[in-house]
């Protein structure tokens, strides 16, 4: 960015958020988070909004104070999936009205699984979504902001394995079963690929697409490693410790052990291109640790002797 900006965000206190609120804040930006009351703190250096995206009078002055939006939160908390994304439909609606003709940028989180499974080749940005799949009403819902008129409407979809610091949402429901069961599940051969981005790599997308005043529409974000998901079963098992073992259940088994949508995105080939990202935003993936060494040995790994590690399959 060449000019310091004020920028206002939801979901500052999360997994992604933080991290882009931590870039904004390094490159000398004012960066303003809406809190729900009792929420996780922000980092350090970020003013705190009391908010909620069920009310948005409470956020319409900062809103329309600020040179740009980034929306990473969603509101799931003690709500039916069904019920959220109305809310999050709702909020952004709400947000596209007020700052219509203002040519403010306001980006967008969003995944991918809803544009269905991509075989052996990889999906782009205008593959259409699968109307039948469950997450598809939110891709309508977050879809309304890079068609909304004067606004720069920015929509990030992020590989299905966020990685790192040991965190993210399906990495550690994979990781904690196999550490007290003893199991890492793998759904039949594990043949299907996902494609992954580091937590730091995916922060830089979204600052990215602040800064850059040509960056409109859909862009996907993913590394170049594109694991299978027998891959990730082994690097888990290996993470787990010493006695963790490979062990081969079917999606009914799985999603008994974990839930019905993880089970069924372990078996979902879901590998994105993220040349346009690449292209127009400048982004890249360099120098983050893959995937499979960082469940295996790094942030999601027990310590463990070289020589214990192998898991049994």
Known sequence: MTKQMTVLMTGASGY??????DRLLGL????????????????????ALTGDLEDFDSMRVPIERADAVIHCAFPAHGRGWAEAV?????????????????????????????LGDSGTGRLHEGAPVREE?????????????????????????????????GGSVFLPLLVEHARRTGRS???????ARASVVHVEAAADAYVAAVAREDARGVFH???????????????VA????????????DETEAAAALDPFTAQFLTTNNRLDATRARRQLGWHHAGQLPLLWDVAFGSYARRTKQSDATPRI
């Not at 309508?140 to 790192?164: C, I, K, N």
């Open 238 to 249: 290996v993470g787990a410790g010493p006695g963790t073992r490979v062990v081969t259940v």
């Open 28 to 47: 000398g930006h004012a960066v303003h988070a809406v809190v729900r009351p009792g929420g996780r703190p922000v980092p350090d250096g970020v003013r």
């Open 86 to 114: 109305a809310v999050e439909a709702r909020f952004l609606s709400a947000l596209l009205s007020a700052l219509e003709g203002s040519d403010k940028p306001v980006v967008v989180s969003n995944g991918s699984i809803f």
């Open 185 to 191: 599940l793998r759904v039949g051969v594990g043949d």
């Open 16 to 21: 992604v958020g933080r991290r882009v609120a």
């Open 133 to 165: 799949h469950p997450a598809a009403v939110r891709a309508h819902g977050v879809g309304q902001v890079t068609g909304a008129p004067g606004v720069r409407g920015v929509e990030l979809r992020l590989a299905s394995f966020v990685y790192g610091a």
């Open 221 to 235: 974000i993913a590394s170049e490693e594109e694991p299978t998901m027998a891959q990730i079963a082994r690097a």
